[in-house]
């Protein structure tokens, strides 16, 4: 599995220096980003700084919004910065107020015009997929209703704990269909809380090695509120994850 970071947990320091950041990053001897978004700077300057680094996009998180209102330009962009993972971060509550089972056709469609530029189309979850419809977590619904070469999955490991199930199982079962995972940590208390990787709840012995069986391709560190420094608390991720055997 190969290790990568997602840049909202950077955001701050990438609006303010997109270059210096991706530098830092580089420095860390990692390869990969995953983009939410380019700060303002248009695809080819950005293509032309992961040139320059040796850097190359794991994914990039799109909005549904962008997704059904500017779809050309996300497939030309990302053929631009040579990405191939094309994921959907969030999606509001009306849009599966009538079941997930209602969200298929639409998901289904973007993948499949997706797919057929040569692209990956993933889920990201959250914690309220988690939640039950009927006898089974939404989440479960969602992938049973769509397309494997339409809609793949992006597991976060820290949501789905979070809303009480097993990051583990939904990535050894999503075998096949799961080319990324984020690798988040986190307390379990009253209120989500990062935690540096490692330090939190999540059983890595036993998510690792679901990633391992499930051939997951890349494990990206996330933070949504990174504890302290947050270019120090990736760097301290990254270092957990190589010390368990995660090589780019």
């Known amino acids: 599995m190969k290790l990568s970071v997602q840049l909202f947990t950077l955001r701050s320091s990438c609006a303010d220096d997109?270059?210096?950041?991706?530098?830092?990053?580089r420095a860390m001897?990692?390869?990969y980003v995953e983009f939410a978004g380019l700060?303002?700077?248009?695809?080819?300057?950005?293509?032309?700084?992961?040139?320059?680094?040796?850097?190359?996009?794991?994914?990039?998180?799109?909005?549904?919004?962008?997704?059904?209102?500017?779809?050309?330009?996300?497939?030309?962009e990302s053929k631009l910065l040579h990405n191939r993972h094309v994921v959907l971060p969030w999606v509001p509550?009306?849009?599966?107020?009538?079941?997930w089972a209602?969200?298929?056709?639409?998901l289904n469609s973007i993948g499949e015009r997706l797919a057929s530029e040569g692209l990956v189309f993933c889920y990201h979850n959250h914690a309220f997929e988690m939640e039950f419809e009927g006898a089974k977590p939404g989440l479960d619904v969602l992938f049973e209703s769509t397309s494997p070469e339409s809609l793949q999955a992006q597991i976060d490991c820290y949501w789905v704990q979070w809303g009480g199930q097993d990051p583990a199982t939904y990535i050894r079962d999503l075998a096949g269909r799961i080319p990324t995972v984020h690798l988040k940590d986190g307390l379990m208390g009253s209120e989500p809380q990062d935690a540096i990787a490692g330090q939190g709840a999540l059983d890595w012995n036993?998510?690792?090695?679901?990633?391992?069986?499930a051939r997951v391709e890349f494990g990206v560190v996330e933070m949504d509120h990174p504890p302290g420094d947050p270019l120090d608390a990736v760097r301290r991720c990254v270092e957990?994850?190589?010390?368990?055997?995660?090589a780019e």
Do not use: M
């Open 206 to 213: 036993s998510i690792l090695a679901a990633c391992a069986e």
């Open 93 to 99: 509550a009306d849009f599966f107020g009538s079941g």
């Open 39 to 76: 700060h303002d700077h248009s695809p080819l300057h950005v293509r032309s700084l992961l040139e320059r680094l040796g850097l190359e996009p794991s994914g990039c998180h799109v909005s549904l919004e962008r997704l059904r209102e500017g779809l050309d330009d996300v497939i030309a």
């Open 102 to 106: 209602s969200c298929a056709p639409e």
């Open 240 to 246: 957990f994850y190589r010390s368990r055997g995660v």
């Open 29 to 31: 001897g990692l390869r």
């Open 18 to 25: 997109l270059e210096g950041t991706l530098e830092a990053i």
